[in-house]
C-alpha cells in the first residue's frame, strides 16, 4: 500500500520558517518525482515545488526564493523547507508522488498518490 504522511506544520508568525516532511512507504521511492501543494479555505489546490528522480526542482513564482524542496532517498523522505512565511502561505500542504514524471510537474492532475497533508498557519 502506497502511503504518504506528511508532518511539521504548527502555528507561526510572520517572517518565521518551518521544516515539513513527507515519509513514503509502499513503492520504490527514487524511482519517483514528488510535490508539494497548498491548499488555502476556499481556494483550489497550487503546486508549490517539485523535484524529479534525478534532483531537477521547479518552484512556484509565489515561493521561489522562501521554500526549498528536497528528497532523502535513503530515508524514503521529502522536505519543504519554508522560510519568510506569510499570512497568504496558511493552508494545507500535502506531498504527492508519480511514478517517472510528468510535463508539467505543478499540476495537480499530473499526480497519482496523495498524503492527507499538514497545516500551516501564519500569524500576521
Known amino acids: 500500500e502506497v502511503l504518504l504522511v506528511e508532518s511539521g506544520g504548527g502555528s507561526v508568525q510572520a517572517g518565521g520558517s518551518l521544516r515539513l516532511s513527507c515519509a513514503a512507504s509502499?513503492?520504490?521511492?527514487?524511482?519517483?518525482?514528488l510535490a508539494w501543494f497548498r491548499q488555502a479555505a476556499g481556494k483550489e489546490r497550487e503546486g508549490l515545488a517539485s523535484?524529479?528522480?534525478?534532483?531537477?526542482?521547479v518552484y512556484a513564482d509565489s515561493v521561489k526564493g522562501r521554500f526549498t524542496i528536497s528528497r532523502d532517498n535513503a530515508k524514503n523522505t521529502l522536505y519543504l523547507e519554508v522560510n519568510n512565511l506569510k499570512a497568504e502561505d496558511t493552508g494545507y500542504f500535502y506531498c504527492?508522488?508519480?511514478?517517472?514524471?510528468?510535463?508539467?510537474?505543478?499540476?495537480?492532475?499530473?499526480?497519482?498518490?496523495w498524503g492527507q497533508g499538514t497545516q500551516v498557519a501564519v500569524s500576521s
Open positions: 523535484i524529479d528522480t534525478g534532483g531537477q526542482t
Open positions: 509502499g513503492f520504490t521511492f527514487s524511482r519517483y518525482s
Open positions: 504527492a508522488a508519480v511514478p517517472s514524471g510528468c510535463f508539467r510537474p505543478l499540476m495537480e492532475v499530473c499526480y497519482t498518490y
